[in-house]
């Protein structure tokens, strides 16, 4: 067929290597750079089908996000800014490991499957981070979206939220907002700044923030975005990407695993600071105090302030909405304790990986979504922000309704609907803080974390693990979950779980418990357990101590 003549050229370009097998893993395909010319060119073609296929533009970003600069990677953002479906995905894994001679056919069986109309038109957006590799990877999708004859349209550097939010702009006519830069800063800024006027007496102090851009695109967009922000946040940005490397030894990915402040930057006690990741869709907060000890408050504390916020804005709207916070199996015991306990809202629990827990999060009025480590966002219903509109546009109201409902809806215009975004969550977090008038040791005192270790085991095949109730409990091999059962037994407050990685080749072991030293004993004997039981290679894991 002739319309196939421009990809079979074209992918002589970008040859697979032979027998090379990838997945598309939780959040797409990641791997060495130098392995992705073939899966840049396969997933511009696939975007391009996808965009026949729902008549709609779809977003192709190309990113590794956290991972070290020589990695490189690309994810498909479906119509309405979200991960695409999962159907897509195993298509997505398909087409990559065609081999060079098979690809035509692979392509075929896609488009015969879906029963896609080839002379639809089609429409893909595209973007890349600030690795030295995304300029040549960006431009394989390009040509993979012309060689199937899709226009595209390529937004250059942007974060990962960024992209997906152009996208969503683009498929709704503009109704959530103008899909550029400049419309997105627009945006955020004017309901940050309409935010802020509600913090009475706001320092200069309290209006500074420190950022880790992770010497990635975050750096960049951030800079872009000051301008707009009218003085009413001031930034002192560190690890810009001017002289650092991206990831390395800094950004939120590095600051929660290890616990510890990124290089190259200056932490006065006591004083905010965040980091974002390398395709800045990740957030988490620190500081340090008087004595020097670092105070990480991650995912698990933004869903608890945010949540708490817009709660207490619901009662004094007199809005009867269903609120719900979603987690993973890490978010940390005292936070699930403290907001269905306390707080008093309901928890739900998914499996790990944005997609799981954005899905969750669209069955209520409002959902907020975070995983521990750092990546999330708040999801309103169409009704849920109707009702609030009206609110907000009704004259007859009182003062302190009006206030909660204004409040409310510069809240739905603050947040990224699209997936976790570090500089939209950013804003809405400085913005609450001002509000309540809180330091970020009073937000950090909300709760008290349950100490907690996570260990890697490599085993010959992870798949060997399968897990139910979100990843809390394994059901297989045999006997590994009555072994996890009786070692978190031995322990107080203890809770326990393993999973396989979905980006690592490694199996994931959580454990929490009263004292660190439980937690760090607990998490050595479930490695151990998995070890014995799940066909550990190499050494056995050696205990912390
Ligand atoms: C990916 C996911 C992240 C998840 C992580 C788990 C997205 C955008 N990213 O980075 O949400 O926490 O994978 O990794 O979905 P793991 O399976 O190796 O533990
Ligand atoms: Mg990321």
New binding site residues.
Partial sequence: MAEFQEVSKQSGVHPKPAGLVLQYGT?GFRTNAEQLGHIMFRMGLLATLRSKTTKATIGVMV?A??NPEEDNGVKLVDPMGEMVTPTWEVYATQLANAEQEDLLAALKDIIEKESINMSQEANVFVGKDTRSSSARLSQAVLDGVSALGGQSKDYGLVT?PQLHYMVCCQNTQGKYGEATAEGYYKKLCQAFIQLSKNASNCTDDQKHLSVDGANGIGALKVREMESHLKKELHITLFNDGSEGKLNHQCG?DFVKVQQKPPAGMKINPGERCCSY??????IVYYYSDSEGIFHLLDGDKVATLISTFLKELLTQAGLDLKIAVVQTAYANGSSTNYLENTMKVIVRCTKTGVKHLHHAAQEFDIGVYFEANG?GTVLFSKAAEEKVQQLAENSSLIDEKKRAALLLQNTINVINQTVGDAISDMLLIEAILAIKGMTIQQWDAIYTDLPNRQLKVKVSDRRVIDTTDAERRAVSPAGLQEAIDSLVKKYRQARSFVRPSGTEDVVRVYAEAETQDSADDLAHEVSLAVYHLAGGVGSEPKPLH
């Fill in positions: 959040a990113t996000s956290h990962t939120a990741d390398g395709d800045a869709d990740r990546h």
